[in-house]
């Protein structure tokens, strides 16, 4: 069976990238997640999905704008409003210190220029050697640029390729770039496919995979890890495989 990695926590059932949402995740017996980060302005690692604030927050501004100590103070429940409570936007550190139950993170870096990569890698590794994390922690990014540079500067971490669209051949660009993983929009995965990247040594993880169904049919495919908004579900239907 594949592995389960609670999508941004357990994004369907509490409010995403929130602590809440990771504990809902834990809660369900699944100890991997995958989630977002984005720079503060004081260059700090902040759990989020969107480059602005709005739809989690329903303020205005881009998160590079406010430094961390301002984000960490915001409500990120906008989305999701039924919640009872408020829910503060974590920084990765925050996240690290209150859910040290984690088996293993996917840590999607989502801003990719140059300088943007050195600093957000070398924050990563910091709070790696910080909380011990060495064999927990994978960098993936949709951003050549990212992926390039942490295969180039030497970057101890294992990385993995976001592919959404498969206008190149996500294989070939994930080894291009000494990828360990590669991560797929369902859509795009093919038995063929992944019997191509996990014959080249890639565990393949897909996301967003929510239905049953369609759950059922990519474990019985093969692929090596499923991203769900729903661990609770998942964990139902395929077991708590660790």
């Known amino acids: 069976m594949p592995l389960i990695y609670g999508h941004r926590g357990a994004r369907a059932e509490a409010p995403e990238n929130t602590l809440p949402s990771f504990r809902k995740a834990l809660e369900a017996g699944v100890t991997r997640v995958e989630l977002d980060l984005h720079l503060s302005a004081d260059q700090q690692l902040i759990v989020i999905h969107d480059p602005t604030l709005r739809r989690t927050t329903g303020l205005g501004g881009k998160v590079a704008q406010h430094p961390a100590t301002h984000l960490t103070r915001l409500d990120a429940r906008h989305a999701l409003p039924d919640w009872p409570e408020p829910c503060l936007i974590p920084s990765l550190e925050q996240l690290f210190e209150s859910c040290p139950e984690f088996e293993h993170y ?8 140059q300088s943007q990569s050195r600093l957000v890698i070398d924050a990563i590794l910091r709070l790696v050697e910080r909380f ?18 942490a295969h ?18 996500p294989v070939k660009s994930a080894l ?8 797929l929009n369902w859509t795009l995965c093919s038995p063929a ?16 995979v929510n239905d049953l169904d369609l759950m059922q049919r990519l474990a019985q ?21 660790g």
Do not use: F
């Open 106 to 113: 996917q840590l999607e870096v989502k801003s990719g220029s």
């Open 132 to 149: 011990e994390l060495h064999n927990k922690v994978t960098i993936t990014s949709s951003s050549r640029i990212l992926l390039r540079y």
């Open 152 to 169: 180039d500067s030497g970057c101890p971490l294992p990385t993995g390729l976001v592919e959404e669209y498969g206008l190149l051949d």
């Open 176 to 183: 291009r770039y000494g990828c360990q993983m590669l991560v």
């Open 193 to 208: 496919l992944l019997a191509r990247a996990q014959a080249s040594g890639l565990h393949v993880s897909v996301w967003t």
């Open 221 to 241: 495919m093969g692929v090596d890890s499923i991203i769900t908004d729903v661990p609770s579900q998942a964990v139902r239907l395929l077991g708590n495989s």
